[in-house]
């Protein structure tokens, strides 16, 4: 009988001491009690808390936002006689920025469309004297604007200035297929075949070119030829009529972005309406 007691007790102890059997205590509420620390908003930033240094530089006209991180990481923008190299630096209204030693300032953005006539050469300034597009909008903006694209010095037609980096790399870029329509005069008629060969895609100096759309001029010769492209290289139509052994007399871009010259004379500038600039604004 003993001997059946004690191990009955030995095992009553032996399970008093198995961890798990034992009772557990109540949680310690204080003890596990969670802190929250307050977060502060963010405040969003305006004119009174600065304006990023890259915003900044393409306000001032020199080039897109993209292009200005570019020279902030290369050493080319000091902010009140100090090297600037930090991309999110905020500028503040009475710093003073320099671009290469140059002095800028944002500006109000300008947004001037040109009818292009033959002889001027599409770039800023000439060392051999010869006429450019900016004489011929000399008076159009206090602000200094600049050409998007070029076209060659004997080709017409609409050419687009602005002091909007952002907006010109856009229309530049081959990704955003920016449309371009021209009128070609031939120095003879464009036969059928020739006229095929040039439909879709064409291998142009070891590079693929694609045609969106070429056709006959209705009511005109064979020799006046309608082109679509977007492709934005040096002399590109020119070229592709060569390819097939034909040479471009006159050369016209009719529509760019969808900017068309009605009512705008050759040699004659105007301002782009508040809805064709939303327009461009929109393009993806």
């Known amino acids: 009988m003993n001997s059946n007691k004690n191990s009955s007790r030995g095992r009553q102890e032996g399970k008093k001491s198995t961890p798990l059997s034992r009772k557990r ?11 929250f620390t307050k977060i502060k908003p963010i405040q969003k930033s305006d004119e009174s808390s600065g304006i990023r240094l890259n915003k900044y530089i393409a306000n001032s006209g020199v080039c897109s936002r ?3 991180d570019t020279y902030i990481e290369h050493g080319s923008v000091e902010v009140n006689g100090k090297l600037v190299t930090e991309m999110g630096y905020k500028v503040q209204p009475n710093d003073i920025v320099r671009f290469d030693g140059t002095s800028i300032t ?8 040109l009818n292009k006539p033959k002889n001027y050469i599409t770039t800023m300034d000439d060392d051999r004297g010869r006429k450019t597009v900016m004489e011929l909008i000399a008076n159009a903006s206090k602000e200094r604007i600049y050409p998007v694209g070029r076209l060659d010095r004997n080709t017409t037609g609409l ?4 002091n909007d980096g952002d907006l010109a790399k856009k229309l530049t870029h081959p990704k955003h297929n920016v449309r371009k329509l021209y009128h070609a005069s031939l120095d003879k008629k464009l036969e059928l075949r020739d006229l095929e060969k040039l439909r879709g895609e064409v291998i142009i100096e070891g590079r693929k070119v ?20 977007h492709s934005g290289r040096n002399r590109i139509v020119r070229k ?42 929109k393009m993806q």
């Open 25 to 35: 205590k109540p949680l310690d509420r204080k003890s596990t009690k969670k802190t």
């Open 66 to 68: 993209r292009e200005a």
């Open 106 to 113: 944002p500006e109000q953005k300008r947004y001037i469309l």
């Open 159 to 162: 050419l687009l200035f602005t």
């Open 210 to 229: 694609f045609i969106d759309a070429i056709s006959y001029v209705d009511g005109q010769p064979k020799s006046e030829i309608g082109i679509e492209i």
């Open 240 to 281: 592709i009529f060569e390819h097939v052994g034909y040479k471009v007399n006159k050369l016209d871009r009719v529509i760019f972005a969808e900017l068309t010259k009605k009512n705008l004379p050759r040699g004659r500038w105007r301002e782009l309406t508040s809805l064709e600039l939303a327009n461009l604004q």
